[in-house]
């Protein structure tokens, strides 16, 4: 079995205490040498000050590849294409393009009457730059807002015609979830990159709700193996267990690229990449 290739999502911080968390986080998963790295845009556009800090500091710092977040929230054509730039005067040379989800109190996202309507015209403006290697979300199970079972893989489609690069995954739980959309994607056409997002389970009681807000699909079995692993206070165990497992089926089956959404807490990636082979690069373990 091959070893993946891994790359790590953070998120920007909004502390003092958020900050050193990141930057523990970045100096622990760093040596792991990834592929790039992925720093988020909060809903409704919150961090976007944030996110460009933290995507130039972690390139500079410590020389990873780093792609930043850009959405269509709140913001015009041309304030959007002026935060692209600024990513480029800054050397960031990837960008993950999403439509981006609404501000808090918003049901559902509005675009600006002098914004980006949708994801595919952002993808599309960004490509007509010519600066960027453009990332892309994609839905393994239907998004909530999707009109049938079908509708995330045509309009995924859409996006790598539009200009994307790969697409990066909503997380999953089982393996096959991921398997039968790949297959899907094929059958529909699609001949770009898709790449599985992983989520270590770190607090099973909020990523569950997280999962039921996204539409992911939460089977029965976790619910009882968490319930017991909690009893027992194995949670840390389980989570390792399960996610390598995942992994594991993943990259037998073919997956060659494995994106783990950290959520700033590095420990349990850490250990499924060591598991899965990923070792730390020599030279690296004392980036910055």
């Given amino acids: 079995m091959s070893t993946p290739r891994v790359s790590f999502e953070f998120f920007p911080p909004k502390t003092l205490d958020a ?19 992925s720093v988020t ?16 500091t972690i390139g500079a710092q410590f020389g990873l590849n780093v792609a930043a977040h850009l959405t269509c929230v709140d913001a015009t054509r041309a ?60 839905y393994p199970e239907p998004h909530p807002e999707a009109a049938d079972d079908l509708a995330d893989v045509r309009w995924l489609k859409q996006k790598f015609a539009a200009g994307a690069d790969s697409a990066i995954t909503q997380f999953f739980f089982e393996a096959d979830t991921f398997l039968r959309f790949r297959d899907t994607c094929a059958r529909e056409g699609i001949t770009g990159r898709i790449i599985p997002g992983i989520i270590p389970i770190e607090n099973w009681k909020g990523i569950r709700k997280f999962a039921l807000a996204t539409g992911a699909t939460v089977p029965a079995w976790l619910d009882d193996a968490f319930e017991k692993a909690t009893r027992d206070g194995r949670e840390d165990l389980l989570a390792t267990a399960l996610c390598t497992e995942l992994c594991d089926k993943l990259v037998r089956e073919g997956v060659e690229d494995l994106h783990f959404y950290t959520l700033n807490r590095p420990h349990l990636t850490r250990d499924v990449c060591h598991a899965l082979g990923v070792q730390p690069q020599a030279g690296l373990e004392k980036v910055a």
């Fill in 19 to 37: 900050s050193f968390r990141l930057w523990d986080t970045v100096r622990m998963l760093a040596p792991l040498s990834p592929s790039f790295v």
């Fill in 79 to 138: 304030e959007t294409l002026a935060i692209a730039d600024s990513y480029t005067k800054a050397g960031v040379t990837e960008i993950v393009a999403l439509r981006g989800d609404p501000p808090k109190g918003q049901g559902r996202f509005t675009p600006n009457p002098e914004g980006f309507a949708h994801s595919v015209e952002l993808i599309e403006a960004l490509a007509a730059t010519g600066n960027f290697k453009l990332r892309v979300g994609a």
């Fill in 41 to 56: 845009y909060g809903a409704g556009g919150t961090t976007r000050q944030l996110t460009h800090e933290a995507v130039t």
